[in-house]
C-alpha cells in the first residue's frame, strides 16, 4: 500500500522559513506527479504547489509565488516544500498527495486529482 507522511511543521513568526517533507513509500516516486495541499479551520483546503510528470514543470497557487519551492529527492522518495517568508495567513494544516495513475491533459491542481494523501503537519505563523 502507498503510505505519505508528512513532518516538518510548527510554530514560527511571520517572516520565518520552514521545510516539509513528505515520504512517500509503497510508490517509487520519480515519475509521478506530487502536490502540497492546506486546509486552515472552517476553509476549504487550497491547492498549494505542484510538480508534474518527471518533474519537468512545477506549478503554484497564486497566494505562495515566489514564496515557496516543491521539490524532490528521488533517492530518499521524499516531496519538499520550502517556504519563506512564512504569512499568518500561511496557517494551515499542509497535506501531501500522489498521483499513481495517468490523468492525460490534467493540471493536478484539484484535490481529485490525487489518489494517495498524506495525513497532514500543522504549520503556525504568529505576526
Known amino acids: 500500500q502507498v503510505h505519505l507522511v508528512e513532518s516538518g511543521g510548527g510554530l514560527v513568526q511571520a517572516g520565518d522559513s520552514l521545510r516539509l517533507s513528505c515520504v512517500v513509500s509503497?510508490?517509487?516516486?520519480?515519475?509521478?506527479?506530487s502536490g502540497w495541499f492546506r486546509q486552515a479551520p472552517g476553509k476549504e483546503r487550497e491547492f498549494v504547489a505542484v510538480m508534474g510528470w518527471s518533474g519537468g514543470s512545477t506549478s503554484y497557487g497564486d497566494s505562495v509565488k515566489g514564496r515557496f519551492i516543491i521539490s524532490r529527492d528521488n533517492a530518499r522518495n521524499t516531496v519538499y516544500l520550502q517556504m519563506n517568508s512564512l504569512k499568518p495567513e500561511d496557517t494551515a494544516v499542509y497535506y501531501c498527495?500522489?498521483?499513481?495513475?495517468?490523468?492525460?491533459?490534467?493540471?493536478?491542481?484539484?484535490?481529485?486529482?490525487?489518489?494517495?494523501w498524506g495525513q497532514g503537519t500543522q504549520v503556525t505563523v504568529s505576526s
Open positions: 509503497g510508490l517509487t516516486l520519480n515519475i509521478y506527479p
Open positions: 498527495a500522489v498521483r499513481s495513475t495517468r490523468i492525460r491533459g490534467a493540471t493536478y491542481q484539484t484535490e481529485q486529482s490525487y489518489d494517495y
